[in-house]
């Protein structure tokens, strides 16, 4: 008898692994995504070498995890908890700082030097890199120059150095003390050498005390929509000074005061994955427009840069401009020129003539991206500038001898060969076709 109390939990246990195997196949309950990153591994085949070394129960480890019914919820629930009782972000990119402050960790990584470490192992060896990187910019400067195109270098802010009295003690603590910052090195050789540069990384820092707006917002980690249109009529100015161009003003309409955050400055909280909205303090997300437009230029301008240039692209900044195209990590080929929608161009067909028909190229990049500099804008530009249009099967080779000039890349290669019984050559081959794909996608 005493075996029947056992009957209904063994049943709802039951019920509850069945209903959650029939979701993660089905996904018959909606679910919210989880929003981040998620690096997806590779689909493996079973058959007796994947399955003698591993490679096979580690994929479906990693599929189980990822397509267990009601993920989402119970995450967001672990998560929930975590913040309300004990203050805790289950997101390890993700740091609180004082007053609620929320900060990215490779932001944080930045001041602590273990980014420098990550990239080159000793500051003598990040400063030969940034030195070499500035003869190959003003290499770059004579090549653009020779096409009739000006440059500029914008350093874009980080929060971390901005925001510094809300960090945490730790991280004070490590500006306190003399530290080698790669921005701040960079901004001193860019002035050696005479590189046309905007300085928005000690602006923001100068000018947190005069706004009446926040810089940085508590949940976000880029610029605040606040800020836009100071840094829109900025980037105008300093265009102007570098070119000789005329460009417009910015005039604000309505400051428009809200609780309703863009997802970037709300995008700190949205990677907490929390079930409830946590309290957000009104901002701006000011309306305004280009004023001041009569007789000015319309030069075509090509943007390289990192996510900062996002809502900065969003804005009516384009629309000083002819020609538009942001060329996002020098990878995802974005141009403006067809029914004012931002499009996915191909690399093959476009590249250069977005190259060529640019009369300004601007970077725009914030610390820690700064470890990566202009992520190999430079050589293919001097490739296009060289080759000039490219067929699909003249840009693979150029990849191909890309990374055979990468020595680190290239010793990866052959490695990869003999695993995959290739030749090297024909492993050579792969890895172009995939990274240029990729770069599509």
């Given at each position: 008898?005493?075996?029947?109390?056992?009957?209904?939990?063994?049943?709802?246990?039951?019920?509850?692994?069945?209903?959650?195997?029939?979701?993660?196949?089905?996904?018959?309950?909606?679910?919210?995504?989880?929003?981040?990153?998620?690096?997806?591994?590779?689909?493996?085949?079973?058959?007796?070498?994947?399955?003698?070394?591993?490679?096979?129960?580690?994929?479906?480890?990693?599929?189980?995890?990822?397509?267990?019914?009601?993920?989402?919820?119970?995450?967001?629930?672990?998560?929930?908890?975590?913040?309300?009782?004990?203050?805790?972000?289950?997101?390890?990119?993700?740091?609180?700082?004082?007053?609620?402050?929320?900060?990215?960790?490779?932001?944080?990584?930045?001041?602590?030097?273990?980014?420098?470490?990550?990239?080159?192992?000793?500051?003598?060896?990040?400063?030969?890199?940034?030195?070499?990187?500035?003869?190959?910019?003003?290499?770059?400067?004579?090549?653009?120059?020779?096409?009739?195109?000006?440059?500029?270098?914008?350093?874009?802010?980080?929060?971390?150095?901005?925001?510094?009295?809300?960090?945490?003690?730790?991280?004070?603590?490590?500006?306190?003390?003399?530290?080698?910052?790669?921005?701040?090195?960079?901004?001193?050789?860019?002035?050696?050498?005479?590189?046309?540069?905007?300085?928005?990384?000690?602006?923001?820092?100068?000018?947190?005390?005069?706004?009446?707006?926040?810089?940085?917002?508590?949940?976000?980690?880029?610029?605040?929509?606040?800020?836009?249109?100071?840094?829109?009529?900025?980037?105008?100015?300093?265009?102007?000074?570098?070119?000789?161009?005329?460009?417009?003003?910015?005039?604000?309409?309505?400051?428009?005061?809200?609780?309703?955050?863009?997802?970037?400055?709300?995008?700190?909280?949205?990677?907490?994955?929390?079930?409830?909205?946590?309290?957000?303090?009104?901002?701006?997300?000011?309306?305004?427009?280009?004023?001041?437009?009569?007789?000015?230029?319309?030069?075509?301008?090509?943007?390289?840069?990192?996510?900062?240039?996002?809502?900065?692209?969003?804005?009516?900044?384009?629309?000083?401009?002819?020609?538009?195209?942001?060329?996002?990590?020098?990878?995802?080929?974005?141009?403006?020129?067809?029914?004012?929608?931002?499009?996915?161009?191909?690399?093959?067909?476009?590249?250069?003539?977005?190259?060529?028909?640019?009369?300004?190229?601007?970077?725009?990049?914030?610390?820690?991206?700064?470890?990566?500099?202009?992520?190999?804008?430079?050589?293919?530009?001097?490739?296009?500038?060289?080759?000039?249009?490219?067929?699909?099967?003249?840009?693979?080779?150029?990849?191909?001898?890309?990374?055979?000039?990468?020595?680190?890349?290239?010793?990866?290669?052959?490695?990869?060969?003999?695993?995959?019984?290739?030749?090297?050559?024909d492993n050579l081959r792969d890895n172009a076709i995939y990274v240029l794909n990729s770069h599509k996608q």
């Amino acid at each position: 008898m005493k075996q029947r109390h056992f009957i209904i939990p063994f049943l709802c246990l039951m019920l509850l692994m069945t209903a959650s195997l029939v979701q993660g196949f089905t996904h018959w309950i909606p679910a919210k995504s989880l929003s981040g990153f998620y690096d997806a591994k590779s689909r493996v085949k079973l058959n007796r070498d994947t399955w003698m070394d591993g490679s096979f129960q580690e994929y479906l480890t990693d599929y189980a995890r990822v397509h267990t019914g009601f993920r989402e919820f119970l995450i967001r629930s672990y998560n929930q908890l975590c913040y309300w009782c004990f203050d805790k972000i289950s997101n390890d990119n993700v740091v609180c700082g004082k007053n609620k402050e929320l900060y990215m960790t490779m932001y944080l990584d930045d001041i602590s030097g273990k980014r420098v470490k990550e990239f080159f192992e000793t500051e003598e060896r990040a400063k030969a890199v940034a030195r070499d990187n500035v003869k190959e910019t003003l290499r770059l400067i004579d090549t653009l120059h020779q096409h009739h195109t000006d440059f500029l270098f914008v350093f874009a802010p980080s929060k971390v150095y901005t925001d510094q009295e809300n960090l945490p003690n730790a991280y004070q603590n490590c500006l306190k003390q003399p530290h080698f910052i790669l921005s701040e090195y960079y901004i001193e050789l860019f002035k050696e050498a005479g590189i046309p540069y905007l300085d928005l990384f000690h602006c923001f820092r100068d000018i947190k005390d005069t706004v009446s707006y926040p810089l940085y917002t508590r949940y976000g980690s880029h610029w605040s929509e606040a800020s836009i249109p100071f840094v829109v009529d900025t980037l105008f100015r300093a265009l102007e000074v570098v070119t000789g161009y005329s460009l417009p003003s910015i005039e604000v309409i309505d400051e428009n005061i809200t609780t309703d955050y863009s997802n970037q400055d709300g995008e700190l909280e949205a990677l907490m994955n929390l079930y409830f909205p946590v309290e957000k303090p009104p901002v701006g997300r000011p309306v305004f427009r280009l004023t001041d437009t009569v007789g000015k230029d319309h030069p075509n301008l090509l943007v390289v840069g990192d996510s900062y240039f996002i809502q900065v692209k969003r804005s009516c900044f384009n629309d000083a401009f002819h020609y538009c195209d942001y060329w996002r990590y020098n990878e995802n080929l974005l141009t403006l020129r067809e029914n004012l929608n931002w499009k996915k161009v191909d690399y093959y067909a476009e590249a250069y003539q977005m190259l060529e028909d640019a009369d300004i190229v601007m970077a725009i990049v914030t610390s820690p991206y700064i470890y990566e500099y202009l992520w190999g804008f430079e050589q293919r530009a001097f490739n296009l500038f060289a080759h000039g249009p490219l067929n699909e099967e003249e840009t693979i080779l150029l990849k191909m001898e890309e990374i055979k000039s990468n020595p680190e890349w290239y010793e990866a290669i052959v490695k990869q060969a003999a695993e995959r019984n290739l030749s090297v050559e024909d492993n050579l081959r792969d890895n172009a076709i995939y990274v240029l794909n990729s770069h599509k996608q």
